[in-house]
């Protein structure tokens, strides 16, 4: 899964395997079609993140994507870690799913049905000691 908050906004991907940098420039441009004027991009310092094939990605939107670091071992600071959180603990923690498409389905509903509700995105701002209240 690939994820990111925008404003009372959620926005994510499932896919395969694990996420690589293919799958995060996927992200990006999903988000640049959903998401007006500049893309400002707070993330971790995780290797996708700092891949080459990311990095240059960036560089080629002219300023359209602008990316700002977290400090390193910092999730806390992370809001949509909070919502990842929120999901395998209330929203699929009991599931039980003997396939791997069972599994993308209810996490799938799940983010939609946070989706809808902004509170839990404002808790999530809330919760992570980054972000003023």
């Known amino acids: 899964m690939i994820g990111g908050l925008a404003l009372y906004r959620f926005y994510f991907q499932i ?10 420039i996927e992200f990006l441009r999903h988000l640049q079609r959903h998401v007006p004027g500049k893309l400002s991009v707070v993330w971790d310092g995780a290797p996708i993140h700092r891949s080459r094939l990311v990095q240059d990605y960036v560089a080629s939107t002219a300023g359209r994507i602008v990316v700002e670091r977290l400090p390193a071992y910092a999730p806390e600071l992370n809001p949509v870690e909070y919502m990842w959180g929120n999901l395998k603990t209330h929203q699929i923690g009991n599931l039980i799913a003997t396939q791997a498409w069972d599994l993308s389905l209810q996490a799938t509903a799940a983010l939609r049905r946070m989706r809808r509700r902004r509170s839990i995105i404002a808790a999530c701002y809330k919760q992570s000691t980054l972000w003023p209240e």
């Not at 896919?15 to 995060?24: D, L, M, R």
């Open 15 to 24: 896919h395969p395997g694990s996420i690589k940098g293919p799958q995060v």
